[in-house]
């Protein structure tokens, strides 16, 4: 996997299976947690290992990036390949994002602890691909977990940004 994402496609690290597209949570704690849960489900892991791997970095600083987007992210020595979760929120909520805006979108990347670079890479291409007003427009349209990932995953809009 080292060196597989230089021109990483975000279908490499989610599955249909990982999206939510109707995430119903009213606070920042609540998504983490729900989402540490339907990752520890599809990756057979303790949500609470997830949660706290979470909890640790949002205390280093938020992971809001704006736009109602955050990419909430962390290292867990249990897996070994990159994997992301998306979360589309049914009302927006409070994330202490950068510009104190309130977050709908949700992408979760979860790394090996020996990621190194390509976890950068990875949450490098997820941002930019959440800073792409066009795409996030449509991803709010929507709440079908295929065409959310048919969005996310689109190659040519993933490029645009």
Do not use: W, Y
Not at 33 to 43: D, F, M, P, T
Not at 62 to 85: N, Q, R, Y
Not at 100 to 120: I, N, S, W, Y
């Amino acid at each position: 996997m080292i060196g597989a994402l230089n021109a990483m496609d975000i279908a490499e690290i989610l599955t249909p299976q990982c999206i939510v597209p109707k995430l119903s949570v009213t606070s920042k704690k609540q998504a983490l947690q729900a989402l540490a849960k339907h990752a520890g489900s599809i990756l057979d892991l303790k949500d609470r290992t997830i949660f706290d791997a979470l909890l640790r970095r949002e205390r280093l600083g938020t992971t809001g990036v704006g736009h109602g987007v955050a990419i909430p992210h962390g290292k867990l020595p249990e897996i070994d390949k990159l994997v992301g979760f998306f979360a589309r929120l049914e009302k927006p909520i409070d994330f202490d994002a950068v510009d104190e805006q309130p977050v709908d979108l949700l992408f979760l990347l979860l790394a090996p602890e020996t990621a190194g670079a390509d976890h950068l890479k990875a949450l490098a291409r997820v941002s930019r691909l959440l800073r792409n007003r066009a795409i996030c427009d449509k991803i709010r349209g929507s709440s079908d977990a295929d065409a959310l990932f048919a969005l996310i995953t689109d190659n040519h809009a993933s490029f645009a940004a």
